[in-house]
C-alpha cells in the first residue's frame, strides 16, 4: 500500500507584537499548521522576519531578540514533499 501524502496547509497566524531587545516567547508555527504530511522544513523567504528573530527551519519555531522597532510584514513558508504552503501576518517591534 501506497501511503498518502498530503499538501500541508498553514495559517492563518495572528498578528504579533514584541518589545525591543528582549527575548521573545518561541512561537511555534506548528500550532498553526492544519493539515500535511511531514517531515516539513520551514522557510522566510523573502526574509521578512524582524531583524533578531530567527526561523528554525526543522522545527518551525521563530525564537531569539528582535532587535529593531518597526511593523513589520511577515510572510512563512512551509514545505513537504507534495508542495508548498504560505501565511502572512504583521508582527510590530516597539
Known amino acids: ?3 498518502i501524502r498530503a499538501r ?3 495559517g492563518p497566524v ?3 507584537a514584541d518589545p525591543e531587545s528582549v527575548a521573545i516567547t518561541p512561537l511555534d508555527l ?3 499548521l492544519n493539515a500535511g504530511t511531514p517531515p516539513f522544513e520551514w522557510l522566510d523567504i523573502d526574509q521578512t522576519l524582524p531583524t533578531g528573530l530567527f526561523l528554525d527551519k526543522d522545527t ?3 525564537s531569539l531578540s528582535p532587535s529593531a522597532p518597526s511593523v513589520f510584514a511577515v510572510t512563512v513558508s512551509v514545505r513537504n514533499a507534495t508542495g508548498l504552503s504560505r501565511s502572512s501576518w504583521t508582527w510590530t517591534i516597539t
Do not use: A, E, R, S
Open 30 to 32: 506548528n500550532d498553526f
Open 14 to 16: 495572528p498578528d504579533q
Open 1 to 3: 500500500m501506497i501511503p
Open 60 to 62: 518551525g519555531i521563530i
Open 8 to 10: 500541508p496547509k498553514f
